[in-house]
């Protein structure tokens, strides 16, 4: 049962790290894969384990982002220099956090027992990739406002935020998905909306991790610890090449395709319940 484990959480490392940035829903995707890959662990374990094994992919963004996420310089004359371009975009990320950690904090066992479905989950894939393929066309031929984090403002960073909400609430929208589509609309840049959202989900998905561990507690057993660790190194190493191959697609292409295997991915999902 334990090496039956630590390859299912293997194979559910690879699931996070590829579906966590690319805006196909991760959340959905792991309930999808737990149908058919169930952990042989406590209900409570599995739980907490979907959502904090988030936090290797979340490592990955640091690591290859540590030098622009770091707000201060250390240089060779004085013992640091705030960046004040950094600083100020961490207001923003912090800004655009806010709406979904307080729904979070307040109704998050409300809309787990609501919502942590596959139901809720083929639904939301199919709407929200009919939402891609549809701001995609509408933006076609529009030159985009903001080409840099930099150039978001406060405004936009609310608007991103509220966004972000549905993804807290319906599993299967994606966090990633709902802010890009909110930042594509207020005319960021594709390249820009992508990595303002994996750095907002620096804070997001530490939060979101610290809450399930302060429920579940922090006692586990030796397998339960083996178990995370595999999972979240795996989705560490998937992320990073999830990352790398996403910012380069985008460079030449738009999302449509992303919304296009969300409907088929959905249908797919609905046809099984139906048979």
């Known amino acids: 049962m334990f090496f039956d484990n630590i390859i299912k959480a293997g194979i559910l490392g690879v699931v996070e790290g590829i579906t966590e940035w690319l805006p196909i829903s991760s959340t959905g995707h792991m309930i999808l894969v737990d149908e058919f890959i169930k952990l042989n662990v406590s209900p409570a374990f599995r739980e907490m384990f979907l959502v904090v094994i988030q936090l290797g992919a979340i490592l990955s963004v640091i690591v290859m982002y540590w030098r622009i996420l770091l707000p201060v310089d250390f240089g060779e004359n004085k013992p640091f220099v705030i960046k ?31 919502f942590y479905n596959y139901q809720t989950v083929a639904v939301m894939l199919i709407v929200v990739g009919i939402i891609f393929i549809a701001v995609e066309q509408y933006q076609k031929d529009k030159k985009p406002k903001f080409t840099s984090i930099a150039q978001i403002t406060y405004q936009a960073a609310v608007i991103i ?21 909110g930042a594509l609309l207020l005319g960021v840049s594709r390249t820009a909306a992508a990595q303002y959202t994996f750095f907002l989900a620096i804070p997001v998905m530490f939060g979101a991790s610290a809450l399930k561990l302060f429920k579940f507690g922090l006692h586990f057993s030796p397998s339960e610890i083996s178990i995370i660790i595999v999972g979240m ?29 969300r409907i088929a991915v959905g249908c797919a999902v609905l046809l099984r319940l139906v048979l």
């Not at 307080?102 to 027992?113: A, Q, R, S």
């Open 84 to 114: 004040k371009d950094v600083v100020n975009m961490w207001f923003k990320i912090i800004i655009s956090c806010l709406p979904a950690a307080v729904i979070g904090l307040i109704w998050d066992d409300k809309f787990n027992e609501l």
């Open 161 to 181: 935020g509220l966004c972000q909400v549905v993804a807290a609430i319906f599993p299967g929208t994606s966090r990633s998905g709902a802010t890009i589509i």
């Open 233 to 261: 190194a795996t989705a560490f190493v998937i992320s990073t090449a999830a990352i790398n191959f996403l910012l380069s697609y985008i460079t030449k292409h738009d999302f449509k395709v992303f919304g296009w295997y």
